[in-house]
């Protein structure tokens, strides 16, 4: 008994398998009101900043932005911050283009750690043509644990 077209039938059904298998994972990510990002914002992100320069920056008119998703922003974020969550920046364009001049400078943070939320959203935001976005080095949690003005519930 020759095992190389059984060998070709099995190698064949396991493609199919993942072919499928990658298909409906697609659709299922692209049907989620937050799927993942399936590639990542190209381009560099914005330079980061120190929450003390980031401090002194707001007081001087910057915008913070937060990159989190929104039950997080809900949760606790920085007094003042926009919720612009990553997944959602789309939606969010118009929104961002009235309210924010291109010339005013944006400060973009998220989870901190190993979170690329800010990072990328500072990408997206300086392709869209704003012209100086930071990321916040260490994210919301540096904020809060400088003591800084922090508040729960919706924007501003």
Do not use: K
Request: aromatic fraction near 6%; glycine fraction near 12%.
């Amino acid at each position: 008994m020759n095992a190389r077209p059984r060998l070709c039938h099995t190698l064949v059904g396991a493609a199919a398998i993942i072919a499928a298998g990658v298909v409906l994972g697609l659709v299922a990510n692209g049907v989620a009101g937050s799927g993942l990002p399936l590639a990542r914002e190209s381009g560099r992100p914005g330079e980061t900043v120190t929450v003390d320069a980031a401090r002194s920056a707001q007081r001087r008119g910057a915008a913070l932005i937060d990159a989190r998703p929104r039950e997080d922003y809900l949760s606790g974020h920085i007094d003042g911050a926009i919720s612009v969550p990553f997944a959602s920046r789309q939606s969010e364009r118009d929104r961002l283009r009235s309210e924010l001049p291109r010339t005013r400078r944006l400060i973009v943070y998220c989870e901190g750690g190993d979170c690329r939320a800010a990072g990328d959203l500072s990408v997206w935001l300086l392709a869209e043509g704003w012209r100086d976005v930071r990321v916040l080095e260490g994210g919301y949690p540096v904020w809060e644990a400088a003591g800084f003005p922090v508040r729960t519930g919706g924007s501003p």
